[in-house]
């Protein structure tokens, strides 16, 4: 059984910090690239990183380049998202989602919100208060 399982999230304050887990299972991890995405309530869902777990390659979006990194590792089959200098517009649930196609496609999905990914996780809330 395929599953991608969020862990990390809670309360913050602002400019606190936090660590994002994104737990495998049940595919070839490395064969995937693996997105974190965030939606907060009453807008669409944004992609926020991408990696590839086969070679490391990273994309961030612009909100989040320089405050967040993203990393993988492919012995846990786990994806972190380390996530610095938060902000109250960082609140939102974040999802891991896996993508079997070439990375430089799962970047493109990436910036339009996941389309296309393969599996997702159920999420975790992340708060940031101010």
């Known amino acids: 059984e395929v599953q991608l399982v969020e862990s990390g999230g809670g309360?913050?304050?602002?400019?606190?910090?936090l660590r994002l887990s994104?737990?495998?299972?049940g595919f070839t991890f490395?064969?995937?690239?693996i997105g974190w995405f965030r939606q907060a309530p009453g807008k669409e869902r944004e992609g926020v990183s991408c990696i590839s777990t086969s070679d490391g390659r990273t994309y961030?979006?612009?909100?989040?380049e320089g405050r967040f990194t993203i990393s993988s590792d492919n012995a846990k089959n786990t994806v972190y998202l380390q996530m610095n200098s938060l902000k109250p517009e960082d609140t939102a649930v974040y999802?891991?989602?896996a993508d079997?196609?070439?990375?430089?496609?799962a970047v493109v999905s990436?910036?339009?919100g996941g389309y296309g990914m393969d599996y997702w996780g159920k999420g975790t809330l992340v708060t940031v208060s101010s």
Do not use: E, N
Not at 22 to 25: E, F, L, R, W, Y
Not at 100 to 105: G, L, M, Q, S
């Open 11 to 17: 309360l913050v304050q602002a400019g606190g910090s």
């Open 22 to 25: 994104c737990a495998a299972s």
């Open 30 to 33: 490395d064969d995937y690239a």
């Open 60 to 64: 961030y979006a612009d909100s989040v």
């Open 95 to 97: 999802y891991c989602a």
């Open 100 to 105: 079997r196609r070439p990375y430089t496609i």
């Open 110 to 112: 990436t910036t339009q």
